[in-house]
């Protein structure tokens, strides 16, 4: 446990920030997890909207820096590339 102030404040600020980082990492993983369980169905317009909304879902963790940019375009490569196979 922290004895100086100013510590026990970033432990509190820490601890927030890990939740709402946790909140937005795990609805980008869930969309993502969504999207390929829907390219494997083999259908075109449902796995494009999946694929879309796991898109929107890993932008906003990397707007809010919770995933790197680059990791973020990796992933989005990659939901793309196999949406373009199916279709």
Known sequence: MANIKSQIKRNRQNEKRRLRNRAFRGAS?????????ALETGKAEESKAAVLQ???????????????????SRRKSRLMKALNKLA
């Not at 993983?29 to 369980?37: D, E, P, S, Y």
């Not at 890993?58 to 990791?71: C, F, L, P, S």
């Open 29 to 37: 993983r869930a969309a993502v997890n969504k999207a390929r369980t």
């Open 54 to 72: 796991a898109i929107s879902a890993i932008d906003t963790a990397a707007e809010r820096g919770v995933i790197h940019k680059n990791n973020a």
